[in-house]
């Protein structure tokens, strides 16, 4: 998975208590980006990061906050997690501003009750 | 936004054949597409990609062909194996690296 972990890989919340995903990469690339995957949907961007501290919205940005202190560290924070944010979690990596492919994380399964 | 999609959700070859996975694009301007191919349990994993300057691209037992004039993807997977067996998504990129749009996915099944 080209340097990249995901922690945790699994977790189970209840509706209304906040949450922190992680992305770590060991590869010093510039570029970060989390995704959301639901069935029927694809890969739905939900935010991303061109730099330390340098941060945009996606497609599906909603009730999602992210933070990059680090070049290796990309958190993706549910301020009070929702049902409707029960999906899989993917942080992918680049690390050229054009024509260049994206690697991908193992993933994090996240459940709301 | 525009959006990528697929014509076939699923699709089974016998082990040995060719596979032929489809996908159309409506963004005339998107630049540079990629083929990602997605085990049960694991992230996408990049198989192959092309720009728009170019209309065909070939990688070990895969091509990918661009035909721009009626915004089509398609990728060839020659001899298919039990081990290409997974979920294939195309993605285009609309800005320069900046916002991939995916497509929801075609599973491949290869029958023994």
């Known amino acids: 998975d080209a340097g990249i972990t995901q922690s945790p890989r699994h977790k189970v919340t209840e509706t209304g208590t906040p949450v922190t995903l992680r992305c770590h990469q060991t590869?010093?690339?510039?570029?970060m980006y989390w995704y959301r995957q639901d069935p029927g949907h694809g890969l739905r961007l939900i935010h991303y990061?061109?730099?330390?501290?340098?941060?945009d919205k996606g497609e599906v940005s909603d009730g999602y906050s992210v933070s990059r202190s680090k070049t290796e560290d990309f958190l993706l924070t549910l301020e009070s997690a929702t049902s409707s944010q029960t999906s899989v979690y993917f942080c992918?990596?680049?690390?050229?501003?054009?024509?260049?492919?994206?690697?991908f994380g193992p993933g994090t399964r996240l459940t709301v009750l | 936004g525009e959006s990528v999609g697929l014509h076939l959700p699923t699709l089974s070859v016998q082990e040995g054949d060719n596979s032929i996975i489809n996908c159309a694009y409506s963004?005339?301007?998107?630049?540079?597409f990629i083929w990602y191919k997605q085990e049960s349990g694991k992230g996408p994993q990049f198989i192959i990609d092309?720009?728009?300057?170019?209309d065909k691209r070939q990688g070990q037992r895969v091509t990918v062909l661009l035909n721009k004039t009626v915004k089509h993807l398609s990728l060839q997977i020659a001899a298919t194996q039990p081990g290409d067996s997974a979920v294939y998504f195309c993605?285009?990129?609309?800005?320069?690296?900046?916002?991939?749009?995916f497509g929801p996915g075609t599973r491949l099944s290869v029958l023994p």
């Open positions: 992918a990596i680049s690390d050229r501003d054009s024509y260049n492919e994206q690697f």
């Open positions: 590869e010093n690339h510039r570029y």
């Open positions: 990061s061109y730099g330390v501290k340098d941060t």
């Open positions: 963004n005339s301007a998107s630049d540079y």
């Open positions: 092309i720009r728009s300057n170019m």
């Open positions: 993605a285009e990129d609309e800005n320069y690296g900046q916002n991939f749009v």
